[in-house]
């Protein structure tokens, strides 16, 4: 009897030739109505012709798989459709062409996610745990080592006072505690990890360490390479929504770092093989 494979590799998402498009209405009369509403749902590409709807392409004809265990990167400068992407991938928003699979919950973690600014931060950290389907003996368990992850009773008992309080440092640390106090099938962090002092950011890459060896899959997007090399052994790099380099994470920041003129930067990492990485020619720039 043959021995069972321990190594297989377990796809989390699968990206399929993904387009996502926004569009941007104009302002003409009768806008506002709810009949002008309904109109441009029903008949679309009337209404858009019609109203002078602006269509922005974020992100075009992207492919790619992740897998079990993995912690990937999302690079590119400003605009390039990282943030977009992972909210198609948390299912937040439609794809104009092609698919997105996800293997369990994709659950995201931005620095723009709401909390309720007049409830105490206590409060805050039982109700985003309860929306990510933790129990309340879950919660209490694990209460106090959130509060002491996010570091903001630091300097005071900040926890017990409202949102609207706190600095967006420490709101944001705080999501990320909260979102980290739970094992994810795959977790969408979006710049969280740029907010904090180097000894919050040592936690939570120790932290994106543990949920890959629980079987998760991470995605972090940040613009702090540093924090992409510390803790991705992968990297996408898009650019103008065009996935342009997926592999080893050297390989990757350092094409990067050299298209953004910070090649001084990628000095002293471990070079990669050439070869490693997949360039997508097609509106590289």
Sequence with gaps: MAEPVTDELIPTVICDGVD???R???????RGSATAALNRILHRKQAEKAAGVRRV???KNVSFTAYKGEAIGLIGTNGSGKSTL???IAGLLPVENGKIYTNGQPSLLGVNAALMNDL???RNVYLGALAMGMSREQIRERYQDIVDFSGINEKGDFITLPMRTYSSGMAARLRFSIA???DHDVLLIDEALATGDRAFQRRSEERIRELREHAGTVFLVSHNNKSIRDTCERVLWLERGVLRMDGPTEEVLAEYEAFTGGADKAKGASAAGPGTAKKESAGAK
């Design 20 to 22: 996502i498009v926004y």
């Design 86 to 88: 992972l909210k198609a």
């Design 180 to 182: 980290a106090a739970k």
């Design 57 to 59: 392409h974020a992100v």
């Design 24 to 30: 941007v209405h104009g302002t003409g009369a009768g």
């Design 120 to 122: 105490t931060g206590e």
